[in-house]
């Protein structure tokens, strides 16, 4: 189990997924070339502070702030803390939030109805890169994860892909938190209606390049790149995150949500100690929280029965 303990993947599961979401943040909308240097250099097209996390991050911490006040998660807070999150002026919303939050929708009901009217590409990675912290709130119920998972999903995200994308990655990263490996990717679709399909884009990612899921703003690209750079790089040792973390920023383009996508499962795995602390130093972003806080987070989630 590479030394990480159960608490320490608890915390993994926040931790890992802002560090990825920071990483790949100065990188975004690039390529990265091998010669050059990963790490949390800030920047990027919308002037990231080095540490700070974006969108991906500030979402998933308001379905988390949602979660503390279990058990399970009332979907109205969650839809309350991402209008209060649209409301603080981000530097950056994907297209299909935007257009969600931007009517101000009052309620879980209301946000779904406006999520429901939406038109044209709907499959966008928005939903898939906030979902890990779902996890946590659901580690004794597994039915009921996936559940939730796919009606936070439907908030923003009402695209079939998007919700069976949050379904399996969510119910991967809660068997990872329970049993420290990548087993529940592939035992989610023994008992999945559409496991043939997700069955066929896990084996292109275990065996293609991201060449081959180029678009990985839309939410099945972006979690093949997520799952190629965790299921292709070295997995002996704890520094298999940051192998990953990196491998998905060379991957290109969403960097930041592929890196946060994949972030979440893999600190799940080895925990949020094999986040390199010089990482967990800087990192910080809205609601005004910094990586020493999101463990705490983490385990005031855990901490609920169902």
Known sequence: MGGS????????????????????????????????????????????????????????????LAAVHGPGIDLDAVAAGFVAWFDS???????QTRRVLSARPSSARDMQA????????TGGNGSLMRTAPVALAYLDDAAECVAAAGRIGLLTHHDEQAVEACELWT??????????????????????AHSA????????????????????????HALQTAWWAISTTDQSTPEH??????????????????????????????????????????????????????????QRIAAHPQ
């Open 241 to 298: 995150l940051p192998r990953a973390l990196e491998a998905c920023v060379r991957a290109g383009n969403d960097t930041d949500t592929t890196a946060a996508i994949a972030g979440g499962l893999l600190g799940a795995r080895w925990g949020a100690s094999a986040v390199p602390p010089r990482w967990r130093a800087v990192l910080h972003g809205y609601p005004g929280l910094t990586g020493a806080d999101l463990p705490d987070l983490a």
């Open 197 to 220: 399909y997700w069955t066929e884009r896990l084996d292109e990612a275990e065996h293609g390049t991201p060449d081959d899921f180029p678009d990985n703003g839309w939410v099945v």
């Open 114 to 121: 406006v999520a429901m009217s939406l038109t044209g590409r």
């Open 89 to 95: 002026g981000p530097p950056d919303i994907g297209n």
């Open 5 to 64: 303990g159960f608490s320490d993947r608890v915390a993994g599961v926040i931790v890992g997924g802002a560090a990825g979401d920071a990483l790949g943040a100065g990188y975004e909308f690039t390529k990265p070339g091998p010669a050059t240097v990963i790490d949390m250099i800030g920047g990027g097209p919308f002037g990231w502070a080095p540490g700070e996390w974006t969108d991906d991050t500030s979402m998933a911490l308001a379905i988390a």
């Open 171 to 192: 119910y991967a990263v809660r068997h990872a938190v329970l049993h420290a490996d990548f087993g529940g990717v592939r035992e989610y679709l023994r008992g999945s």
